[in-house]
C-alpha cells in the first residue's frame, strides 16, 4: 500500500549553493498525491513544483526542479532519497526559499526526523515501475543504465576522481532491507578544493563549509573529523542516485548502474525510459516484492551513530 509521514516535520539550514537560510516541513499527503514541493514565500501565481523527472533542469552540481510559472527549488535530491528510503510515497514539502537546507551535506538529518514520525499506511495500492529491457544513457563523462532486477532496486555505482583522498572506488548494493538507511544516508556531499574557488566564483556553494560538505585536497581530507566511511564519496553518490531515481514518481523495481554518472545523467535516463514505453511496465506490487522495496524493514534504530 501507499504511505505518507504520519505528522508533520521542519527542518532549518542553509542552501549550500544559495547560502540562503531556509525552513522546510514534510507535511502528510493523500494517496496518489505523490511528493509536491511548495514554495510557501511565494504568495502569486503557482508555487506548486512536482518532484517529478519532467520538471528537473538540467544543473551540474544538484538537482533543480521547476515549474511552468519558473518557480524553482534547488537540491532537491538529499530529502527526496531520505522519503524513498523510508518508504514514504507521498508528502507536501512546504519551503520557504529557492533552496533546500544542506544540513550536514548527507539526508540523515531528514531519515531521522522522517522516522521519527513514522509512515502512515493509505488505503491504496502502491504502483511500481518494473524495468524490462536495459537503458543507457551516455556523456562525454560517463554512462548510466537501468536493468531488469531481481525484484527491489539494487545499484552498482563507479566513481574515479584524481584525489587521491577519492580515487577509484566501486560499491555495489541491494537496497532492500533498511539498506538506505544503514549504509547510505549519513554520506555526505563532497567536493575538491580546487573547485570551491571556481564554484564561489560563479556563485555557488556560496553555503558550503567544512560542516555540511567532505573537502579533500589531493591525498587530504580538510574537513575536521574526517571521512564517516572510507568509500563515503561513492556512497554518496548513491544516495543521490536513489534521490535523483526517485523522480520517477513511483519506486523502480530494476538495477541502476552508474560509471561516473551525476545527477544529468540519472535524469536523462528517466527522460530516456520514460521515452520508451516498450522498456517497462507499471505493475501494482504484491506484498512479497514491497518487502523488497528501498522503504521496506527500515529501523530506526540502524541510523548510523555518527549522524
Ligand atoms: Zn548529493
Not at 544503514?182 to 578544493?193: A, M
Not at 573547485?195 to 563549509?209: E, H, K, S
Not at 574526517?226 to 563515503?232: F, M, N, P, S, T
Amino acid at each position: 500500500m501507499q504511505t505518507t509521514i504520519r505528522t508533520a516535520i521542519s527542518f532549518e539550514g542553509i542552501g549550500l549553493h544559495s547560502g540562503k537560510p531556509a525552513r522546510l516541513t514534510i507535511r502528510p499527503a493523500s494517496a496518489n498525491h505523490g511528493v509536491w514541493f511548495k514554495r510557501v514565500d511565494i504568495l502569486l501565481g503557482d508555487n506548486m513544483v512536482p518532484a517529478r523527472w519532467d520538471a528537473v533542469e538540467l544543473s551540474p552540481l544538484c538537482t533543480r526542479i521547476k515549474n511552468r510559472a519558473g518557480v524553482e527549488i534547488s537540491t532537491v535530491e538529499h530529502v527526496m532519497a531520505a522519503l524513498a528510503g523510508c518508504g514514504v510515497h507521498n508528502a507536501l514539502i512546504e519551503i520557504d526559499g529557492p533552496e533546500v537546507p544542506i544540513l550536514d551535506g548527507s539526508s540523515a538529518p531528514f531519515v531521522r526526523g522522517i522516522l521519527s514520525r513514522g509512515a502512515r499506511v493509505l488505503p491504496m495500492p502502491l504502483r511500481v515501475m518494473e524495468v524490462l529491457t536495459p537503458v543507457e544513457v551516455h556523456t562525454a563523462h560517463g554512462w548510466a543504465r537501468l536493468s531488469p532486477g531481481q525484484g527491489g532496486l539494487s545499484m552498482d555505482f563507479h566513481i574515479d576522481f584524481d584525489d587521491a583522498a577519492i580515487g577509484v572506488q566501486d560499491k555495489t548494493l541491494n537496497l532492500a532491507n533498511g539498506t538506505f538507511v544503514r549504509e547510505l544516508c549519513d554520506s555526505r556531499t563532497f567536493c575538491r578544493q580546487a573547485d570551491v574557488d571556481t564554484m564561489r566564483a560563479n556563485g555557488l556553494a556560496l553555503g558550503g563549509n567544512m560542516e555540511n560538505a567532505v573537502v579533500v585536497d589531493g591525498d587530504r581530507v580538510l574537513s575536521p573529523g574526517g571521512l564517516r566511511h572510507a568509500d563515503e564519496a561513492v556512497r554518496h553518490k548513491m544516495l543521490d542516485a536513489l534521490g535523483d531515481l526517485s523522480l520517477a514518481g513511483v519506486p523502480i523495481l530494476g538495477h541502476y548502474t552508474g560509471h561516473k554518472a551525476g545527477h544529468s545523467m540519472t535524469n536523462m535516463l528517466l527522460r530516456e525510459i520514460f521515452s520508451m514505453p516498450e522498456a517497462f511496465r507499471m505493475i501494482e506490487v504484491d506484498g512479497h516484492t514491497a518487502a523488497r522495496l528501498p522503504g521496506a524493514g527500515v529501523v530506526r534504530d540502524e541510523i548510523p551513530a555518527v549522524a
